[in-house]
């Protein structure tokens, strides 16, 4: 049995977060200029079913065995194990890494439970499907978040831009012009789990207010679909304008990331807004392609971590 590799990109959400868990549609796209990584080794002088994981990156060097019954990891190979009908899953190293900064909306987890259910299945060679992948996938997301939705595993497992609702079919999205996004890192570590259970908390509380909210942001997404698909980036950037006011009455904005939305907006973006859970991580800003590096350079002066350039290419 040879080492296997298997990688998974990161994901932005571009419209719909945090409505999409209350069954409104959301939009996202790969972003495969980051990347998780799983390299699957086999360890012939292991006992049957002894795996190891190393994951330096966050803090894990131990075996299977060790794991707590619901830890993300087990119920990989646990989900692999039952949907290929194996017993003992073979001994074996397997390292994660990853370029995805973690806690930055920017699908780390989701992209490690991709790329290791994917990686599981591959070494002992099945070649998955992307629904087979995203399915296995969300399994692992529950157990990192909760409550997801779905849409995270989803977009990465197809690696394409999707537009995503629960329990409807899935749509993929073809571009009908480029379009250029600047993914800007505001250095504060969110927290989908705490930011989720948050909503949700307020929700309970208002559920009139907030399903109000929740309606009016599956009308932008609906009518930014459109807007993407007719290559219209005016529309698309005054419509991220009208999603992150919603974002902020739902209370998952954050001062940087609202200072970071208008250097970009009083510098001719299309349009801004938060991406992912919110509360820190990363927020999108829309921008002619020739402002791309522009507009990257002066968020990273004014205090942004990283960037990421991504561009939605036409037809794709
Ligand atoms: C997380 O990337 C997006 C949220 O809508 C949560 C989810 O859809 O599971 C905040």
Redesign the pocket.
């Known amino acids: 049995m040879p080492a296997h590799i298997s990688s998974a990109p990161g994901k932005t959400?571009l419209f719909g977060?945090?409505a999409?868990?209350y069954g409104f549609p959301?939009i996202a796209i790969p972003v495969n200029a980051r990347q998780a990584k799983v390299k699957i080794f086999p360890a012939i002088r292991f006992k049957p079913e002894e795996i190891r994981f190393s994951a330096p990156q966050i803090d894990i060097e131990r075996y299977y065995s060790d794991f707590e019954p619901n830890h993300p990891f087990r119920i990989a190979v646990e989900g692999v194990k039952s949907f290929l009908k194996i017993d003992q899953y073979p001994a074996c190293k397997i390292q994660i890494e990853s370029t995805i900064p973690i806690s930055s909306?920017l699908?780390s987890s989701a992209a490690i439970s991709v790329a290791l259910v994917k990686g599981l299945m591959e070494f002992v060679g099945y070649h998955p499907s992307p629904s087979e992948i995203s399915n296995l996938a969300y399994q692992v997301e529950i157990i990192f978040?909760g409550n997801?939705?779905?849409?995270?595993n989803t977009v990465i497992s197809f690696n394409k831009p999707i537009f995503f609702q629960k329990e409807k079919p899935l749509q993929f999205i073809r571009t009908k012009n480029d379009f250029s996004i600047v993914i800007a890192d505001s250095g504060i570590k969110g927290n989908?789990k705490a930011?989720?259970a948050g909503v949700r908390e307020r929700w309970k509380a208002d559920p009139e207010k907030y399903n109000d909210i929740f309606k009016k942001i599956g009308l932008i997404t609906t009518e930014a679909k459109l807007a993407i698909e007719k290559g219209d980036h005016e529309k698309l950037g005054k419509l991220m304008i009208s999603n992150q006011e919603y974002l902020q009455l739902i209370g998952v904005s954050h001062p940087v990331l609202e200072r970071m939305i208008n250097i970009a907006l009083a510098n001719r973006a299309y349009g801004a807004k938060l991406c992912?859970?919110g509360l820190g991580g990363n927020i999108i800003a829309l921008v002619e392609p020739d402002r791309a590096n522009f507009i990257s350079n002066l968020l990273l002066k004014s205090g942004a971590k990283q960037t990421i350039l991504v561009t939605l290419i036409k037809g794709s």
């Open positions: 959400i977060e945090h999409v868990v959301a909306g699908g978040h997801p939705s779905g849409i995270d989908t930011a989720v992912g859970s």
